[in-house]
């Protein structure tokens, strides 16, 4: 009995002390879940100084990036003729054609263009469009430098990628659903705006890579009126008109006497009885003075 009982003590010690070591366990593995969450966001915070100090160096070193926009007002011997040379020439550069319209006012043909020139390209076809125009009423050309944005961009990248990175690894080391689940909504978060970044980058190469030039064209050309013929003055029309106008204006007027004179009766009687009482009155006495005297 004596062997049985230190049996049992010994086997109630024994599962004490691996329930103490799996809860010692447990443990272990949260903190070291934390120290590494706390290690992701030290790190983080390094890259983004180290970042932060390769934008400094590159924004001194890397080529400037400028966003150039052009507008002209020219004045052409054939608008139509001028944008279908402007579409060539935009062609020959390797640009493309945003937006081309026509219109007419005043008997004098505009048309309007929008069009994307390689940078490096501007100046030659500028040039070209003051060649193929009788004159050049208004010119003007801006730029503006994104090229602290644009390495900002690139730097922010490079921050987002990392964390992208651990986020990912840890997500395939996460053991609970809790874990996965916060770890994949700060993932989906960073991928987002990893996607905006890039969106943005992708912007600024294109509107850096090609110029953005306005065209207002208008016909130079002086426009005299032709005489008119007769079947367009529709003179026999115009009488005829004119005539009917006439009746009409006569019939309006003779109707709203009409209207007047019957709709407002019983106001004119009321104040004629008076009038002709009065008038009587002063009628009579007039005629017995002329008998007096």
Known sequence: MLVVFLFGCSSNGSESADSAGNAEGTEESAAEFDREMTAQGEDQSVDNQNNADGDAAASETSERMVMYNAWMNLAVADVEEAISLVEDKTSTLKGYVVQSSTYEQDEKMYGTMSVRIPSEQLNSFIDEMGAISEKVIQKSIEGEDVTEEYVDLESRMRAKQAVESRLLDLLNRAETTDDL??????????????????????????????????????????????????????????????????????????????????????????????????????KKKNHSNSHEA
């Not at 009126?225 to 006439?246: D, H, Y």
């Not at 309006?252 to 004119?268: A, E």
């Open 181 to 282: 689940l916060k770890i994949s909504e700060d993932l989906a978060r960073v991928q987002e705006e990893i996607e905006q970044i890039e969106g943005r980058k992708q912007y600024l190469e294109n509107r850096t890579d090609f110029a953005q030039v306005s065209l207002e064209i208008e016909d130079a050309s002086v426009h005299v009126p032709a005489i008119t013929k007769g079947e367009e003055l529709q003179t026999g029309s115009k009488i005829k008109q004119a005539f009917m106008n006439s009746i009409n204006l006569l019939v309006s007027f003779f109707s709203g006497v009409l209207v007047f004179l019957i709709g407002y009766s019983p106001l004119l009687l009321v104040i004629a009885i008076p009038c002709i009482v009065i008038w009587l009155i002063y």
